[in-house]
């Protein structure tokens, strides 16, 4: 399976080769870009490396600020809804939907999503499957070696985006299949295809672990604003 994302920088397809560096191509790596939060820690540990302590303390506080920051739930479904993604809102701290209908009321209207974030601020970011991605579910630790032998078989499609969940698991992002949703994929493995959906960084449990994007989204699940309306 190979990896792919978008590059911060021009915003195209870059293949993914570690997911611990910035997602930058390295033609664009010498641009004058803002600073992304991906980057705090490793500008950080090179600071403390360089001896340069000022700087050290300047990015150790922008870290602490962003970890202590509320998430922004309410910019992050607009976002996705602006890529074409539905989402739908769940109740705070954890995956149960706060809709009557759960997946099959997700949107893509901006007054809709307003309207649901505006009167439950802190609830999490649900996002139907088999649209606009389909999500290989990792588990921990059951999954773990299961996935390092799909990951490597001819078996496994492309990534186009990695989540790390709540638990320490992952949410590998593909291109749809149009089937529906697999459980027991692999032992500690699910698919989730039509049917289905997942939770969204930056959502987080009650207990504050988030969703975190490993390897953002690239353009290939990514698409063109949709039309405002629901998921089909």
């Not at 050290?56 to 992050?76: C, H, S, Y």
């Not at 139907?128 to 579910?137: E, K």
């Not at 590998?172 to 032992?187: C, D, E, H, T, V």
């Amino acid at each position: 399976m190979d990896s792919y994302t978008t590059c911060r920088v021009c915003s195209e397809l870059m293949f993914v080769t570690d997911e611990l560096e910035p997602p930058v191509h390295p033609m664009c790596a010498d641009n004058d870009n803002p600073l992304y939060v991906e980057d705090l820690t490793t500008r950080f540990l090179a600071a403390v490396t360089g001896g340069d302590s000022a700087e050290a303390d300047r990015l150790e506080k922008l870290v602490t600020d962003f970890d202590a920051a509320p998430p922004r739930l309410l910019d992050a479904a607009l976002l996705y809804a602006s890529w074409g993604w539905p989402v739908f809102p769940l109740r705070p701290g954890g995956k149960a939907p706060l809709t009557r209908h759960g997946f099959k009321d997700a949107s893509t209207d901006p007054n809709q999503i307003r309207a649901w974030w505006t009167n439950t601020p802190a609830a999490n970011i649900g996002l139907p499957t088999g649209h606009a991605f389909d999500v290989v579910d990792v588990d921990v630790p059951a999954g773990i070696f299961e996935w390092a032998k799909l990951r490597d078989s001819d078996a496994m499609p492309d990534g186009h985006g990695v989540v790390t969940t709540s638990s320490g698991g992952r949410h590998i992002y593909i291109q749809p299949s149009g089937g529906g949703n697999l459980a027991g994929l692999r032992p500690g493995i699910d698919y989730r295809g039509r049917g289905g959906f997942v939770v969204a960084p930056p959502s987080r449990r009650a207990d504050g672990r988030p969703w975190v994007w490993t390897v953002k989204p690239s353009p290939v699940i990514v698409g063109q604003p949709a039309a405002a309306g629901k998921a089909a």
